[in-house]
């Protein structure tokens, strides 16, 4: 168990910059992983996404911090603050920039935030892959005046270059720390979480006294639809006896949909987004008290 071996390190980093510079793509090409939904439409990415990255030598949590757009929503508004507060609370921030743009004013507002907060800074250049080496150093020069930055890393997200050193530089920058995740876990999506909180809370609702607490709900998909607007959710309310499930499902299936509805027009609310979902009620005998249940339903601490 790493948990609390000694020499492990963790902790927490905030990946900051304007939309487009490749965010995501860095997320998933350190993680291995497609988890961060691309996009050229900035929109796509208004959520924090965290990544978990575990290795022998420690665990890093990222945190895909929302760009700075007007929020379009009550969860656009939350997850904006959440990115603030975060970045005073990270142990690292990474601001990433396209090395084939100007600098603008996105970029500029990012910098008088960092001015603000007490956490080391490395600026990463991205996307060098499209730039001829001598392109570099003048960036380098123009950003350097702005800030100070712990240190300054040019990369290519897409093509992998130079992204070893970057992993190693934050690493270097961990201090000794648990493992907070599982070794297993990769994302972290605070958008499910908060679905499957919604669910639950119709169903304690509905049902009042005739299902206990003891019931969990799972988000086991969530994905847009094609048109980018529809979001298509699959969740399962487990319940421990059979006779729960019954209640929950309701005379010709009337409670179960009226809790799916209900449901529904809470997210729609919330994510200002057309909402397709789905719900199924399984049984699991017990599911409290089994470990691996309490982690997919991330109760894990
Ligand atoms: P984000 O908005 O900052 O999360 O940016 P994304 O990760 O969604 O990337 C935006 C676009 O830039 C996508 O089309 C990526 O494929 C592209 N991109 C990201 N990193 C690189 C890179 O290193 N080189 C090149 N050529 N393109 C990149
Ligand atoms: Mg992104
Ligand atoms: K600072």
Redesign the pocket.
Known sequence: DNRTKKGFKSGFVS?V?????????????IVGQKI?????K?Q??RNKITAVYTTEQGQVIFL?TP?IHKPKSKLGDYMVAVAENTLNEVDLVLF?I?A?EKRGPGDDYIIERLKQVKTPVFLVI?????VHPEELLPIIDEYRKLYEFKQIIP?????G?NTGPLIQAIFDEMEEGPMYYPPDQVTDHPERFIVAELIREKVLHLTREEVPHSIAVTVEEMKRGENGKTLYIYAAIYVERDSQKGILIGERGQMLKEIGRRARLDIERLMGDKVFLELWVKVKKDWRNQERMLRNFGFYD
């Not at 961060?36 to 050229?40: D, F």
């Not at 990369?155 to 093509?159: F, K, P, R």
Request: a neutral charge.
């Open positions: 990946i910059g304007r939309p487009n510079v490749g965010k995501s793509t860095l997320l998933n090409h961060a939904i691309m996009s050229n900035p796509t990415t895909d760009g990433v396209d084939t991205n996307k060098i892959d499209k990369i290519s997200a897409l093509e270059n």
